[in-house]
Nanobody, 123 residues
Framework: VQLQASGGGLVQAGGSLRLSCAAS????????MGWFRQAPGKEREFVAA????????RYADSVKGRFAISRDNAKNTVYLQMNILKPEDTAVYYC?????????????????WGQGTKVTVSS
């Protein structure tokens, strides 16, 4: 199983980025997908999750109204649209797959993790 995240970079506060995560080697359409992030010196935290069909989503309170998770099962890809970025959003962002689980906000329920993509938001 491989999860390849991309789309990170340096952006000014108030700007936008779109992360992508291409999955291979798993039944993507039967995997809950999520995004997590880890800032320097902090623990990994939940950001957003999406159900198999994309009909259900979950967000951390800190990103509600600014971030949007989506998926394209035909392309085995999950996305994270990040708007109105803040310096506190600076972190390495990881996509993850929860095999056989419809949707989850719990890191321990995710079986597979990508390598991460770095997002830096300057003030």
């Amino acid at each position: 199983v491989q999860l390849q995240a991309s789309g990170g970079g340096l952006v000014q506060a108030g700007g936008s980025l779109r992360l992508s995560c291409a999955a291979s080697g798993l039944t993507f359409s039967m995997s809950g997908m999520g995004w997590f992030r880890q800032a320097p010196g902090k623990e990994r935290e939940f950001v957003a999750a999406i159900s198999w069909s994309g009909s259900s989503t979950r967000y951390a309170d800190s990103v509600k109204g600014r971030f949007a998770i989506s998926r394209d099962n035909a392309k085995n890809t999950v996305y994270l649209q990040m708007n109105i970025l803040k310096p506190e959003d600076t972190a390495v962002y990881y996509c993850a797959a929860a095999k056989g689980i419809i949707i989850s906000t719990i890191p321990a329920q995710y079986n597979y993790w990508g390598q991460g993509t770095k997002v830096t938001v300057s003030s």
